[in-house]
């Protein structure tokens, strides 16, 4: 499929480490923030990434490891590009109905209009409808400027997110991948540098 969506001969790579059971994408931030140089976005959440540690846990699952991120959005109420620290948090032992579950704590707890998770699956599976995309080389400013260079991604897929060692993470409905593979490329990445997962995705209110 990735050759079929306009990636030409160049093939993404599949992900060269394992998969956790799922993954949750959330923050505690409910403040719109236009400024990159806002001061709230230098949090490191740390207190944050313990209690969702614990929400985690006392649901039965097992909480692995938590990555920072900075998030670039695309607001069409705004016609602006927003601004948001987040983490993405490893959950392993749990499935489907869990990981919706403990989503649904943390949008409750925090005040989140949603939480993005995304699970790890074979790119045939029938709930497989989501791609996951990490790729080096990325920084959140070059972020920022391509989707302003591009109406098609920033509308179709919202935003993104970079981690603070400079790594893309893009998650993007199968139906959109062109558009999250030119989007990619935009960035500077060679396509083949790209890691894929394919999975299943939800907005978990």
Not at 5 to 30: L, W
Not at 129 to 149: F, K, Y
Request: a neutral charge; proline letters at 5%; one cysteine or more.
């Amino acid at each position: 499929m990735l050759g079929v969506a306009g990636a030409g001969s160049a093939q993404a790579s599949p992900a060269r480490h394992g998969c956790p059971a799922g993954e949750v994408f959330a923050t505690n931030n409910t403040a719109i923030i236009t400024d990159p140089a806002d001061p709230r976005l230098r949090t490191r959440l740390t207190r944050f990434d313990h209690e969702v540690r614990g929400i985690i846990h006392a649901h039965g699952a097992r909480p692995g490891a938590s990555t920072l991120l900075d998030g670039v959005f695309w607001s069409g109420d705004l016609k602006q590009a927003t601004y948001e620290r987040s983490r993405e948090f490893d959950v392993n032992r749990v499935g489907r109905d869990g990981l919706h579950h403990i989503a649904g704590v943390i949008a409750k707890q925090y005040h989140q209009e949603s939480v993005l998770t995304f699970r790890c699956l074979p790119r045939t599976a029938p709930e497989t409808d989501a791609v996951e995309i990490q790729a080096p080389g990325v920084s959140a400013a070059r972020l920022h400027d391509a989707l302003l260079a591009n109406p098609g991604a920033r509308d179709e897929l919202g935003g993104g997110s970079v981690t603070l060692g400079g790594r893309l993470i893009l998650i993007a409905p199968l139906k959109d991948l062109p558009v999250a593979n030119k989007l990619t490329k935009s960035l500077g990445v060679a396509w083949n540098t790209a890691e894929v997962r394919y999975g299943n995705e939800e907005f978990v209110s």
